[in-house]
């Protein structure tokens, strides 16, 4: 598991560890595991001058400090940006030789020297700004980052100068890094939504500084299913493993159901339960006789994909009142496209709801009347959004994109995000698909929380095994979640 820590307590964590060490400690670890990182890099890329942009703080300290190392093997030049730099690590360039430039903090232009010097650059640090950043770059640190040549190699030193650090707000003036080093544990800013596109390749470095006891947010890996994933044991039998009830599909929309039912039956529900018209319910049966139509025990519904709320032909307003007996109910459901039309406030059972942000959208502007919400907005700000749904509704909201949010009503717990699916996944029928994996593993007992992380993470690899590379059909990822479960089952 990935876990990222908020400002707060990384700083904290810093602290403890510079009280039980000698001044200096901490940095020099950090630009030293900084310089072998851009070393290494600068070799596989054949590359032979850095630029190294630095700014005020201990960032610009790790630069500095680092950009005197790497001149032993390269050709390095300092951009400096202001005049408070750290002291110890502009005593280290100058030792060293370093050719340093400097540009006044609120110059947007930058002058001949400093344009060239970023045009023959093969690979740019960016050291301007650390955790303690605001959002968006101004000034001459704006033009630098516009300046960076699109040829050279950016590695940034923590993040992304100019990205929020806790991840939340959307990215303004920033540089883009195809690397980001970062020092001790991984921050909000590297792995949510808003702000993970800048950051490029992460690699964490040991600078020991040990992991704080909560983290704002969670990321599982391959290594987390074999101790999530829901294995049957010798006395199970399917009723024990967890029977879904499925409310999907209609006339109009048939191959939602035949999605959502094969990609419960492949993740291993006991039994899956289709409630359905005859049209969808004969399409269910050819692609997966295992399952059972019509009504009967269940443990869990997933219910709304293929429902289209607003038509009201017989079967859709069959399929509607299934779904409000369902969350009427005393039992969890995973609520997906058309039902989530039919969430107007909390709900006492287990609940989730895995809307895409156009849904979000939607929802959150019926819940709070008088107030109309975009689409862009929830994609401007993700976290914000997702949270304040799972408070208005009380269920775990799993928001689906490029990196997939899971926020739990209790904000004591951290928020889960994972983006281990390709590009190609955004296609029709992929939502279905996760509807009913997730509603798999909440039928088996898993918390929402796990259930939706650990759906997510099954979906997104299991698109990558469906074709490597290639486009991928909806229904061939549904196909591959066995494998791909059983493959992460496997030690190694």
């Known amino acids: 598991m990935i876990r990222a820590f908020g400002v707060a307590d990384v700083r904290a964590a810093e ?33 032979r001058s850095v630029a190294v942009l630095v700014g005020p703080g201990d960032n610009g300290g790790d630069a500095l ?32 030789g370093v050719p340093r430039l400097r540009v006044a903090r609120t110059r947007r232009a930058l002058t001949q020297p400093v344009r060239q010097a970023l045009e023959d650059a093969d690979v740019v640090v960016d050291g301007l700004l650390g955790i303690g950043g605001r959002p968006g770059l101004t000034g001459a640190m704006a033009g630098l980052a516009d300046s960076i040549p699109a040829s050279a190699l950016v590695i940034a030193v923590d ?95 048939p191959g939602a159901a035949v999605l959502a039912v094969t990609a419960a039956i492949e993740a291993g529900a006991g039994m899956v339960r289709y409630i359905g018209p005859d049209a969808a319910a004969q399409q269910v049966l050819v692609a997966s006789p295992e399952s059972v139509p019509g009504q009967g025990q269940v443990q869990a519904w997933v219910i709304g994909p293929g429902v289209p709320t607003d038509e009201t032909t017989l079967d859709v307003r069959r399929q509607v009142e299934a779904c409000r007996q369902a969350l009427a109910s005393d039992l969890p459901c995973v609520v997906d496209a058309g039902a989530l039309d039919l969430i107007d406030g909390p ?99 898993l918390d929402p929380l796990d259930a939706g992380a650990l759906a997510a993470l099954i979906h997104g690899r299991a698109a990558h095994r469906a074709n490597p590379g290639g486009p991928v059909r909806a229904l061939r990822v549904a196909q591959a979640i066995a494998e791909t479960v059983a493959s992460d089952l496997t030690p190694g």
């Open 159 to 253: 993040l992304p100068s100019g990205a929020d650090p806790e991840g939340i707000a959307a990215l303004g003036r920033t540089v883009r890094a195809d690397e980001t080093v970062t020092f001790g544990m991984a921050k909000p800013v590297h792995v949510l939504p808003a702000t993970r596109s800048a950051v490029g390749r992460l690699t964490t470095v040991d600078i020991g500084v040990s992991e704080p006891e909560h983290a704002a947010v969670e990321q599982l890996t391959r290594a987390d299913v074999a101790h999530l994933w829901p294995v049957p044991g010798p006395s199970d039998d399917k009723y024990s493993r967890g029977v879904l009830g499925v409310v999907a599909g209609s006339s109009r929309y």
């Open 65 to 96: 400090y680092a950009a005197a190392h790497l001149a032993e093997h390269l050709s390095v030049v300092v951009v400096q940006v202001g005049t408070a730099v750290h002291e110890g690590g502009l005593r280290a360039v100058t030792d060293a």
């Open 347 to 445: 709900r006492e059972a287990p609940t989730v709801l895995t809307p895409h942000a156009g849904e979000l959208a939607r929802l959150l502007s019926r819940l709070e009347p008088g107030r109309v919400y975009h689409r862009s907005q929830i994609a401007a700000a993700p976290v914000e959004h997702t949270r304040r749904v799972a408070e208005l509704t009380g269920a775990t909201v799993l928001l689906k994109g490029a990196t997939t949010l899971v926020v739990s009503p209790d904000t004591d717990r951290p928020l889960r995000c994972q983006s281990d699916a390709p590009a190609w996944l955004a296609t029709a029928g992929a939502g279905d698909v996760l509807a009913g994996l997730v509603g798999t593993l909440v039928a088996a007992g």
């Open 15 to 47: 602290a403890q560890v510079m009280a039980e060490v000698e001044p200096g400690t901490l940095m020099r670890r950090a630009a030293d595991a900084l310089a072998v990182v851009v070393l290494a890099r600068a070799r596989e890329q054949a590359a």
